[in-house]
Nanobody
Framework: QVQLVESGGGLVQAGGSLRVSCAASGRTFNTYAMGWFRQAPGKEREFVAAITPSGGGTYYADSVKGRFTISRDNAKNMVYLQINSLKPEDTAAYYC?????????????????WGQGTQVTVSS
């Protein structure tokens, strides 16, 4: 069982930066692939980024490539999403997710555990 708690969301001006964090419970965090998803009002939840259990591999949605960076600190049971050059269309609730895996997990329906989300709002 893994519990995930996101934090770090807020209201930011376009062009600014923000780092959202996800704290995970449990002693086997380094066996879980992690991902970030987001859901904008009136839209379906979409994949943003994923990272392997070791942190050595990452994958991004085309829409965020070059602006978002996913990272993790297995000693602290934390995963992060650094968001730069924020755009109004980045406004969404951001969710972290976990699934026990050896590699990357991309598909939403493969993730086992989900956090409650943190809201990021970008003003123009």
């Amino acid at each position: 069982q893994v519990q995930l708690v996101e934090s770090g969301g807020g209201l930011v001006q376009a062009g600014g930066s923000l780092r959202v964090s996800c704290a995970a419970s449990g002693r086997t965090f380094n066996t879980y692939a992690m991902g970030w998803f987001r859901q904008a009002p009136g839209k379906e939840r979409e994949f943003v980024a994923a990272i392997t259990p070791s942190g050595g591999g990452t994958y991004y949605a085309d829409s965020v490539k070059g602006r978002f960076t996913i990272s993790r600190d297995n000693a602290k049971n934390m995963v992060y999403l650094q968001i730069n050059s924020l755009k109004p269309e980045d406004t969404a609730a951001y969710y972290c997710a976990a699934h026990r895996s050896f590699g990357l997990v991309i598909a939403e329906n493969e993730y086992t555990y989900w956090g409650q989300g943190t809201q990021v709002t970008v003003s123009s």
